[in-house]
């Protein structure tokens, strides 16, 4: 059964985040990658709000938000979370070797660095890449939460009825939809912009229960997966491919090639099963023009992460068809701010063409009637060499600038690129 969200006048007095298994799942296909192939690569992980009309140091009080990170470097991986990760192989393999678990067994996040400079909170993470990497989730979570345990901070345990019920209202209108539309499949995407750790428990309980899991697949979230008997959803991160090109930037064909050098990896790393790529990290047209031709025939699909997916999609079928490809058994995963009319638009467009499954996140997890912020964590330098970002969508780019500039060059960006124009 679903959860019953206790509906109190205040928050609960008790820690955000509660289990190093509260993050998204690919940061242990990620993390494991990482922990083989580039473990003592110096990553350093830097938070920014892009929804800069949220002053958030004049929100969230910096005891709090010490308090918060401090509880989750005291945490460890239990026994129940290990036991689950030696056992997943939900692809007829064991997907987690012994190193790595031995590895989780004694992990404990590094230490953080945090500076108040009037309305902006300074927040960065330093240290091993596969020690650093998990605290971009658990940074999201708690400032997420953080931020909405103030907003609500004077409000009335009936405000907080009404918008429980405005969220769980919303919420069933959503399955409604889905349930009279049954060729639309998902699967749950929402921890790193959730409402609350309660809530996203209870959407994704009343998921589970109301829809078959041919509709909704599974979630990211590692806990609710154990907990719900789902299937956990991921794969890889922008952060692999923005690092890995951080470490080859001796002569521009290497940088180019870091590309086909991430694909390689990861494919002898895990094959089939989690060939899902992530195609926007320099444009995807640069991904598409410089991937080797086994690479379409071998991996299962792509992720939609940034730009517009009608039209990425269509790029993509016409990047199969030039080379005799059957597209119709091709994946896309659009996952970039996805909402439910969207999604029943791109669905139909692609019926026959694409198999479309969609990674659904903020406005499934965080749709209560409150304006959701944009916070992100990213990789911003590697063994001291900045990182570059620049996504389909220019809005989204990051790093130096005159490192974005020769990324744009070195990837020919922009030429073929989409606009910020979502759908």
């Not at 945490?75 to 056992?87: A, K, P, V």
């Not at 409150?370 to 911003?380: E, I, N, W, Y």
Request: a neutral charge.
């Amino acid at each position: 059964m679903a959860p019953y969200i206790r509906l109190r006048p205040h928050w609960p007095d008790e820690p955000i985040v509660q289990a190093l298994g509260d993050t998204d799942f690919y940061k242990f296909t990620m993390g494991q990658f990482i922990y083989f192939h580039y473990k003592n690569v110096q990553v350093t992980f830097g938070f920014k709000n892009r929804t800069i009309a949220v002053k958030l140091g004049h929100i969230i009080p910096e005891a709090r938000l010490r308090e918060e990170l401090d509880h989750v470097r005291t945490l460890r991986f239990t026994n129940s979370e290990l036991h689950y990760l030696r056992g997943t192989n939900e692809y007829s393999d064991r997907m987690f070797k012994e190193p790595y678990l031995e590895f989780l067994k004694t992990y404990q996040a590094p230490p953080y660095q945090l500076e108040y400079r009037g309305e902006y909170i300074i927040l960065s993470f330093s240290g091993n890449w596969a020690e650093s990497s998990p605290w971009e989730i658990h940074a999201l979570e708690i400032l997420g939460e953080l931020y909405y345990r103030e907003l609500l901070k004077t409000s009335t345990a009936f405000d907080k009825d009404v918008i429980y019920a405005e969220g769980k209202k919303r919420l069933w209108e959503k399955i409604q939809i889905l349930k009279k539309n049954p060729q639309v499949t998902f699967s749950e995407f929402g921890t790193r912009r959730r409402f609350s750790r309660d809530w996203q428990d209870y959407v994704v309980g009343m998921l589970a229960e109301e829809l078959p899991s041919t509709q909704f697949r599974g979630t990211s979230n590692m806990s609710l997966a154990m907990k719900y008997g789902l299937l956990p959803m991921g794969t890889n991160a922008h952060e692999l491919q923005m690092v890995i090109a951080g470490l080859s930037q001796s002569t521009d064909e290497e940088l180019r090639e870091s590309q086909n050098k991430t694909l390689d990896q990861w494919w002898q790393q895990y094959g089939e099963p989690l060939a899902i790529s992530l195609p926007d990290t320099f444009g995807t047209d640069a991904f598409i023009r410089l991937a080797r031709e086994d690479f379409f025939k071998k991996w299962k699909g792509f992720r939609q992460d940034s730009g517009n997916p009608i039209a990425e999609g269509e790029q993509w079928i016409k990047a199969y068809q030039e080379r005799s490809i059957n597209h119709s058994e091709k994946l896309m995963v659009p996952s970039d701010g996805m909402e439910l009319d969207p999604m029943l638009a791109i669905e139909k467009h692609f019926r026959g063409r694409l198999q479309v499954s969609f990674g659904w996140g903020t406005n499934l997890t965080n749709d209560l009637g409150l304006k959701p912020l944009s916070l992100v964590v990213k990789a911003t330098s590697a063994n001291g060499i900045g990182l570059v970002k620049l996504s389909n969508n220019p809005a989204k780019a990051m790093g130096d600038p005159e490192a974005v500039k020769r990324y744009m060059r070195v990837f020919g960006y922009g030429e073929h690129t989409e606009t910020a124009c979502k759908y």
